[in-house]
T-cell receptor, first 111, second 112 residues
């Protein structure tokens, strides 16, 4: 039982490159979330998915796209990376009782 | 969404009880309160949640007054390993996928 798994854990990109952060959960969560956390700051919600096939914008969606491929997987895509997107990205799944379970994070550096 | 306000930071010493208060003046009738703990380089970890009065588990207690406009996370006899950031969230209580936003959290430093 891995919980919430994020890949890759580390990534370095050049400005303008694209990439996809993968998130998979084996806890049968209906809802999934993507957050970013800049150094010394709190978490900011990028996108979330209430259920398979649905996605909604969070607080800071610009520059990102998401796909809820199935119940298990929720991916985050950066189409044209910018230095301002250097951050740690966390994916989370939410139990029906409300608790969020987070992955270990993906550290992204954009040069 | 109910906005939350917490102290930015707190200091304590090992063995003391620590109380972190969160204000959520515009909490709605069906909303409940959830607290998370985050260590450096890790994702937040669920600690406790409650709707009213008092909830206790093996880690902490959560006190919610009758008007529910604030809540207090109580950590008994803290140790150095409790040094972390603590976040208060107000969650809409319909079990649907909701927009869950974190505030800045409270940075707790436990000193020897």
């Amino acid at each position: 039982n891995a919980g919430v798994t994020q890949t890759p854990k580390f990534q370095v990109l050049k400005t303008g490159q694209s990439m996809t952060l993968q998130c998979a959960q084996d806890m049968n969560h209906n809802s999934m979330y993507w957050y970013r956390q800049d150094p010394g700051m709190g978490l900011r919600l990028i996108y979330y998915s209430a259920s398979e096939g649905t996605t909604d914008k969070g607080e800071v969606p610009n520059g990102y796209n998401v796909s809820r491929l199935n119940k298990r997987e929720f991916s985050l895509r950066l189409e044209s990376a910018a230095p301002s997107q250097t951050s740690v990205y966390f994916c989370a799944g939410r139990r029906n009782t409300g608790e969020l379970f987070f992955g270990e994070g993906s550290r992204l550096t954009v040069l | 969404l109910a906005k939350t306000t917490q102290p930015i930071s707190m200091d304590s010493y090992e063995g003391q009880e620590v109380n972190i208060t969160c204000s959520h003046n515009n909490i709605a009738t069906n909303d409940y309160i959830t607290w998370y703990q985050q260590f450096p380089s890790q994702g937040p970890r669920f600690i406790i949640q409650g709707y009213k009065t008092k909830v206790t588990n093996e880690v902490a207690s959560l006190f919610i007054p009758a008007d529910r406009k604030s809540s207090t996370l109580s950590l008994p006899r803290v140790s150095l390993s409790d040094t972390a950031v603590y976040y208060c969230l107000v969650v809409v209580g319909n079990n649907a996928g909701n927009m869950l936003t974190f505030g800045g959290g409270t940075r707790l430093m436990v000193k020897p």
